[in-house]
């Protein structure tokens, strides 16, 4: 699996993703429905223009089969009104709905009694949905839902609690028609347009600290510190409630990839508005409640959560009764579990995967190889003279160029990750996923100068070391930390450090927790040490959290970087926004922002005595969704 | 004896407050909890307002004295990790998993370290001495988290009689209090060998020797009520020790204890729960020491006096 | 204690041959012991640079998990095989030998330090001193000694040194304790009042007559604390806070090498083992001392 992954196969997995792609683009019902978006640029021109529009028409495509989606296009001719102004048609991609994955019920007889899945503890060991950030997601999807789902074979959105939706030409006003009948858990009636707004307005209400908090405070115009009544005349105004089940969601900013945040990848979850007023904040703590197809039954912290599997739900019933997650720190006592039986599955370290897999389990890969790995180069703070340690040796290109060309990465995979889905080369903070959202994100350049750039090469690595001034080296920190996406990148830090010596550099190895790191570089006083980061990636999110002065991590800053944020805050058009995006991805291949390591799919282990399949996209922090489509084997 | 108890009162109260000062500032130290709450997105005026609303940016001083004086109002202070939970409510909701496990050890710790330590005290010397004596230390040969594991590979995924992990009944319990409690053999059985020494060479044991009862009535009934008694004095300490060792454990077995939650609180820096957590430890310690010190006082009228 | 005398060869009845006279003197002589501790674990570690035939932190990943040469795929190359980043494993035991002895070695010397000299403080002077030092005693015992180690380690960070600090704090009391008690007694007893009396300064009194009457039970103590050192070292690396790769210390070993305990148990087991050896040994050393040295001591 490995070796067809990497190296020379290159060319096949890229060809691969690009079908995959395609698939989520081109397949039936995925396919996405492409809007014209009126551009104004400040050009007092009175003008007319022709508009394109794209039309598709249905066709029934099987999956693995990519054909062109046959399309009609009419060119319709209008007159500007604004005098002042020209304006400029863009597409944007909209993904249509994919209808949500319908599952009929199992017998109840030939359900399974029970799932239990072992996990190495929660981050978050919470019944709120809107203080925890997603990392504490795991125990709330069986029970929560969404307006903007995720297909899990697909990765594509799907029409959860939407059932349809659209933008205006503004770029800013999301239209979304909200499906009927669907009853919240415990008596609080049914979903409607009210609890859209509501959900809404509890990420940005005082006591939420959700993940992308920042971005939500921009989408809903709010600052941190406003107080209920601030936050709450804010939601009714972005939130406009045309009926029961449409609203129109009026955003603070131009966000065409608008899907991905009102949705299950970046957090939407739904929550009842009865429920809030029956018991506030204090009373949301006690369970969660949603319209998902399990009902919480009990959580006992450091132990576990137990869920019920509904009976009926418009979408899945699960095949089986009840769910459980176990916490279960020790990875020895994890995998002890799993062989006794006591879980059906579990997270197990990719070392030791050939021999469960030897004793009859299985590994199921996330379908995309949604965790990238990098480290990164501290100090390179270039918009900050005043803090910059001017003896940092990695403040040299040539230095940064050498450790990325040090690093043996097919070896290491091959060894400490065997058998796992890996992806190389990979672009820090671009993914191939992003290309659904920004077609041409990825520079077709960057594959093709990988070798050169940062491919193995120690003797290479050694000769721009010399040119650096460092021909016998440098010492500098290499900081270890646990990661709980990638528990083995504390094996992969000392491989890396092995082949950092290989070249004469100097590391030493510390114990240092993230914590830790972020107290110091929020200080902007971390210099001359690389730290491993692994974790889900989504660009536009990233770019401004690690490559702007005006960011939160902040691992690297430039001038430049500086001022394509900026312009990437005030530029509307997809195009345009992938064009600066990309532009910033070509400063930082070409200046080694980072070292690249790779992208790995998430994995889990599976009894197949139990369990027949489990499909999960792999991309959304935290992983392992879409538990309620597990099929089982019947007893 | 009153003017005694009050002055080790006042003592454990004096002895609390120094560690509730040590504890406080050690972990304040250690790191801000909100570089591990806030979201990785979290921009610097973010972590300046939380950091405010936690009050963690006054001045420690300061901090101590909020502390204390909510403690003292019995406000032990809401949890960072846990939202909207009172850390005294979660440490209560964690103590019986705690109490049965350390109970289960004393027992089992009673169970081996005492025939143990008689059998090698009438031994001594010999190869059974010896091989007692491995046997108990064992134990404590070996990083406990390791003879844990190990007796899950045993007992749970060899043999299956037990289950590997978690807390689903009395069977889930063993496992975990045998990898408790056989650390603490080596050290109780030390102290029964050398009691039993002692006694086996007092006068009374000869005596009753002489008058022909039988030796393994002499061992078991007359030398090991005596010998036992200094063990049972040690109470205390093998306490203190469950309360530490459960740390290990209950991460290896995954039991939903205090040790387990004071870890999962320290990785958090939720120094609110690791601070009640600590204390509250002591508080055990403290006051169960106190209890046997002030049951030897009663039975023995000395020390009392030279106190 | 009448067996005391036994353990003085050629004291034996006269009856006894040689033979038997030299089984039972090998019998109450931890040799055994002493053999494991100095061909095992002291020589090799201090000679590491000529025994051990790789360097501990070097390695190929390529090469990793080869197994021990006496299990199929093993070769002399790797005598107890690799670990999981083709690092040698007898070189990281003989190594590791050198680094878990030096941590317990100076953490035992400062904790004993110290705690021997609160000990003979509050044993000497009573008191006011008395109390603060069996308070300090107190309040140190009462925090579970890994909690502390863990938030020290988190507000210095783990490193070698933390360590250290972490298990010198951990170990003091007892010194303390015992010395404190040891002193008590002592100081009743006649010889101290007379050189009292005869006008020797206090310094003198406790370097001339107190030191010499504790030193059996600080040796006792000391030795038995060997094992507590390495066995709370293992700990501290199983909780993430203790001494930070790649540095071989045995328990670092065992705690990194357990998750792969079903297909490489070679790479927990030697240091495992080499931790079990040491500690049981150690103890038996401690316990036959203290039969011979200090019989009355029991409380360790």
């Known amino acids: 699996m490995v070796n067809g992954l990497i190296g020379k196969s290159r060319f096949l997995l890229t060809f691969s993703l690009v079908l995959i792609l395609a698939l989520i683009v081109g397949c039936g019902s995925a396919a996405p429905e492409i809007v014209d978006v009126e551009v104004v640029r400040e050009i007092p021109v009175e003008v007319e223009v022709s508009k394109e529009v794209v039309k598709e028409v249905p066709v029934e495509i099987e999956r693995e089969v990519v054909r062109e989606v046959p399309v009609e296009v009419t060119v319709e001719k209008q007159v500007l009104k604004e005098v002042t102004s020209e304006t400029v048609v863009e597409r944007v991609v909209i993904p249509t709905p994919i209808p949500v994955q319908v599952v009929e019920a199992k017998a109840v007889s030939e359900r399974l009694e029970k799932v239990a899945v072992a996990v190495g503890g929660q981050s978050w060991d919470s019944n709120y949905s809107y203080k925890v950030n997603i990392g504490g997601f795991l125990d709330k999807w069986p029970v929560l839902e969404y307006l903007v789902g995720v297909d899990n074979e697909t990765g594509g959105y799907t029409a959860e609690l939407a059932t349809e939706w659209s933008i205006a030409d503004n770029g800013k006003d999301w239209t979304f028609k909200l499906r009927e009948d669907i009853p919240w858990q415990d008596g609080y009636g049914e979903f409607t347009a009210e609890d859209v707004r509501h959900s809404m307005w509890l990420l940005v209400q005082p006591t939420a600290a959700p993940s992308g908090a920042s971005t939500w405070r921009k989408i809903m115009g709010t600052s941190r510190g406003d107080d209920e009544a601030t936050t709450m005349a804010r939601a009714e105004e972005v939130v406009e409630i045309v009926n029961d089940h449409e609203v129109i969601i009026h955003l603070g900013i131009v966000l065409p990839e608008a899907l991905f945040n009102l949705g299950k990848r970046r957090n939407l979850p739904m929550e009842s508005k009865a429920r809030w007023d029956a018991v506030g904040d204090e009373g949301m703590g006690e369970k969660i409640v949603g319209t998902g197809p399990m009902s919480y039954v009990e959580r006992v912290e450091g132990s576990h959560v137990l869920y019920d599997a509904a009976d009926e739900h418009w979408r899945v019933v699960p095949e089986y009764h009840q769910l459980e997650f176990r916490a279960i720190a020790e990875t020895q006592t994890r995998l002890a579990s799993l062989l006794t039986e006591q879980v059906h599955l579990a997270v197990i370290e990719r070392a030791i995967r050939d021999e469960v897999t030897s004793r009859g389990f299985e590994f199921v890969d996330g379908v995309f190889p949604g965790i990238q790995h990098h480290w990164t180069f501290w100090g390179n703070f270039h918009t900050k003279p005043d803090v910059i340690d001017p003896d940092n040796p990695m403040l040299k290109k040539e230095v940064r160029q050498a450790m990325a060309k040090a690093v043996n990465r097919e070896a290491i995979v091959q060894a400490l990750l065997p058998g796992a889905k890996v992806q190389i080369p990979s672009y820090v903070k671009f993914t191939q996923l992003d290309e659904v959202v920004w077609p041409g994100l990825i520079n077709p350049e960057w594959d093709a100068r990988w070798d050169e750039m940062y491919g193995y090469d120690p003797e290479a690595a050694k000769q721009l070391l010399a040119a650096a001034g460092y021909p016998d080296g440098f010492e500098f920190t290499l900081a270890l930390d646990s990661n709980p996406a990638l528990p083995e990148i504390l094996d992969i830090g000392q491989a890396m450090a092995l082949d950092f010596e290989a070249i004469g550099l100097k590391p030493t190895l510390a114990n240092i927790e993230g914590s830790k790191i972020r107290s110091l570089r929020r200080a902007w006083d971390i210099h001359n040490t690389l730290s491993g980061s692994a974790g889900y990636s989504y660009t536009v999110y990233h770019l401004e959290t690690l490559f702007c002065t005006c960011g939160s991590v902040r691992t690297f800053v430039d001038p430049y970087l500086d001022t394509k944020i900026e312009e990437l805050n005030v530029t509307v058009s997809p195009t345009e926004r992938t064009r600066v995006m990309r532009e910033m991805g070509d400063f930082c291949y070409d200046n080694f922002c980072a070292l690249p390591m790779f992208d790995i799919a998430p994995d889990i282990a599976i009894n197949p005595k139990y369990i027949e399949s489990y499909v999960f996209p792999g991309f959304i922090s935290g992983f392992y969704t879409h538990l309620e489509y597990i099929e089982t084997v019947p007893q | ?307 | ?300």
Not at chain 3, 80 to 99: E, Q, V
């Open chain 3, 1 to 300: 204690m009448a067996n005391v005398a036994d353990a003085i060869p050629g004291s034996g009845p006269a009856s006894t041959s040689r033979v038997l006279r030299g089984i039972r003197w090998a019998r109450q002589f931890p040799l055994l012991t002493i053999f494991i501790l100095f061909f095992v674990l002291l020589i090799p570690a201090a000679f590491a640079e000529q025994v051990a035939p790789h360097e501990p932190t070097k390695g190929n990943v390529l090469e990793r998990l080869k197994p021990p040469v006496w299990v199929e795929g093993g070769s002399w190359n790797n005598p107890l095989g690799t670990d999981k980043l083709g690092r040698d494993m007898l070189s990281r035991i003989i190594y590791g030998a050198r680094i878990s002895l030096t941590i317990a070695a100076i953490s035992i010397v400062c904790g004993g330090i110290v705690g021997t000299t609160l000990g003979l403080v509050a044993g000497y002077w009573g008191g006011l001193w008395d109390h603060i030092i069996m308070r300090l005693v107190d309040i140190k015992i009462s925090i579970p000694s890994i909690l502390l180690a863990l938030i020290l380690a988190a507000a210095l960070g783990p490193s070698y040194f933390t360590v250290i600090i972490v298990v010198a704090l951990t170990l003091w009391t007892r010194y303390a304790r015992l010395v404190r008690g040891e002193v008590l007694s002592l100081r009743a007893q006649d010889f101290i009042s007379r050189a009292q009396v005869a006008g020797a300064s206090t310094p003198r009194i406790i370097v001339r007559h107190l030191l010499p009457n504790v030193v059996n039970t600080i040796i006792v103590l000391a030795t038995l604390e060997v094992g507590v050192v390495i066995i709370l070292e293992a700990s501290l690396s199983f909780l993430g806070a203790g001494i930070p790769p790649p540095n071989p210390a045995w328990g670092l070993m065992v705690a990194d090498g357990r998750a792969l305990v079903i297909n490489a148990w070679w790479v927990s087991f030697f240091p495992g083992v080499a931790i079990l050896l040491t500690v049981l040994s150690m103890n038996l050393l401690g316990d036959w001392l203290r039969d011979k040295l200090d019989p009355k001591l029991r409380n360790v």
């Open chain 2, 1 to 307: 004896m009153q003017r005694y108890i009050i002055v080790r009162l006042f003592h454990a109260l004096l002895a609390l407050f120094a560690m509730s000062i040590i504890v406080f500032s050690l972990a304040r130290i250690s790191g801000n909890p909100m570089d591990v709450l806030l979201p990785e997105d979290a921009t610097v005026q973010d972590f300046e307002i939380m950091t405010e609303r936690w009050g963690l940016d006054e001045p420690l001083h300061i901090q101590y004295l909020v502390y204390v004086g909510n403690v003292l109002r019995g406000d032990f202070g809401t949890s960072i990790k846990w939202p909207g939970r009172s850390t005294r409510d979660l440490i209560l909701a964690r103590l019986p998993a705690t109490l049965e496990l350390s109970a289960l050890a004393l027992v089992v710790a009673a169970m081996l370290a005492l025939p143990l330590g008689v059998l090698v005290a009438v031994k001594k010397d010999t190869g059974i001495d010896y091989a007692g004596k491995v046997v108990a230390l064992l134990g404590q040969a070996a990083p406990s988290f390791w003879v844990g594991i190990v007796l899950i590979w045993i007992f749970a995924v060899t043999l299956e009689w037990l289950p590997a992990a978690g807390r689903q009944g009395l069977s889930s319990l063993i496992l975990p209090a045998f990898a408790l409690g056989w650390f603490q053999v080596a050290a109780v059985m030390r102290l029964t060998r050398s009691s039993m020494l002692e006694v086996l060479d007092s006068e009374y044991v000869k005596l009753a020797r002489i008058k022909g009862i039988p030796n393994w009535k002499v061992i078991w009934k007359h030398c090991l009520r005596n010998a036992a008694i200094a063990p049972l004095t040690y109470f205390g300490f093998i306490l203190g020790g469950f309360l530490t060792g459960s740390v290990v454990i209950e991460t290896v077995f995954a039991w939903p204890g205090v040790g387990l939650l004071a870890i999962d609180a320290l990785r958090a820096r939720d120094f609110q729960v690791v601070q009640s957590v600590v204390l509250f430890f002591g508080v055990i310690y403290i006051a169960s020491n106190l209890m046997v010190d002030i049951l030897y006082a009663y039975l023995d009228p000395r020390i009392r006096y030279t106190n």
